[in-house]
């Protein structure tokens, strides 16, 4: 995991109107949350399992799955997920099933993150803060 500071951190946003913002740029709502935390994920790549930047937020009043809640944004961070192959020998996944099942058990949760994509990620923070702050 490498952490981006962010000017980002600590922005309140109304939940329903940051998704309007940013699953047009790619961005969706990591497989991960629960009814007082979440984040926003950008999937950067596939390479030997997945990149991603994550954008963390938690609910300030309310709770995710209501009308109207607002989230306080955490600072992003880069992971890569590594996951293991073969290892679901009775499991048959079918595109409906995987879409409720994005993300399986990885085999390395906190894999090395590939130098290279540690710039693009720094550059999709950059478009986010003149997003969502300009």
Do not use: C
Not at 13 to 37: A, M, T, V
Not at 75 to 90: A, E, M, N, T, W
Not at 107 to 133: C, H, N, S, W
């Amino acid at each position: 995991m490498i952490e981006i500071p962010s000017a980002l951190e600590g922005k309140t946003f109304q939940l329903y109107k940051l998704e309007r913002e940013l699953k047009p740029l790619g961005y969706s709502i990591g497989g991960n949350w629960d009814y007082d935390h979440g984040s926003f994920d950008y999937k950067i790549d596939d390479e030997v399992g997945y990149q991603f930047l994550r954008l963390p937020f938690e609910a300030v009043d309310g709770q995710l799955d209501s009308h109207g809640t607002t989230v306080k944004l955490g600072r992003p961070y880069l992971l890569s997920h590594k996951y293991q192959i073969g290892v679901d020998d009775h499991a048959h996944i079918g595109n409906f099933s995987a879409s409720f099942n994005q993300f399986s058990e990885p085999q390395d949760p906190d894999a090395q993150f590939p130098e290279k994509y540690i710039t693009v990620g720094k550059a999709l923070v950059k478009e986010l803060e003149d997003r969502l702050l300009h």
